[in-house]
């Protein structure tokens, strides 16, 4: 199907769309998922492995084109924290005929990786946004997360 043949589709669609194909993965890969569909803070699925003896939440980024979208304040400074439970999936859409791609980042990976894309941005602009200083939007270029890539080992739950 071409881009111009994609049925136009709006964002908060767009969002409901990655969150179910996240849940039908981890299902698909022998975890329990339950979504919030954005009534929960910062969690858009609880998962488990069948013993129930671990759980994750996963925030759901999700693109049909371009880059994924989010907000500076997401960013900050983390240490390693491989038992911290917490991760992002960003859902890949944009080849309609193809499966989605999924690239699974611990959060604390991803929230040290946005403050230092927003530094080196602001570093390039004498310390603050080109266009608007009051903007908070941050966009996640596919190659900064492409080491994420299928690594639904990192939750830990098959």
Do not use: C
């Not at 911290?84 to 611990?106: I, Q």
């Amino acid at each position: 199907m071409s881009d111009a043949a994609k049925p136009k589709l709006n964002p908060q669609q767009v969002a409901r769309a990655g969150e179910h194909f996240v849940a039908a993965e981890l299902h698909r890969r022998g975890a329990y998922a339950v979504t919030f569909a954005g009534n929960m803070p910062d969690i858009d699925i609880l998962a488990s492995d069948v013993e129930q003896t671990r759980t994750v939440a996963i925030q759901v980024k999700t693109s049909r084109s371009g880059t994924w979208q989010t907000d500076t304040r997401r960013g900050k400074t983390r240490a390693s924290d491989t038992a911290d439970g917490r991760f992002w999936v960003f859902v890949d859409l944009s080849h309609a005929s193809s499966p989605p791609a999924f690239y699974v980042v611990p959060e604390w990976w991803i929230q040290n990786d946005i403050h230092e894309a927003h530094q080196a941005y602001l570093d390039r602009h004498g310390g603050q946004r080109a266009r608007n200083p009051e903007s908070t939007h941050h966009s996640i270029k596919r190659t900064r997360i492409e080491q994420w890539l299928e690594r639904w080992d990192k939750l830990e739950l098959f």
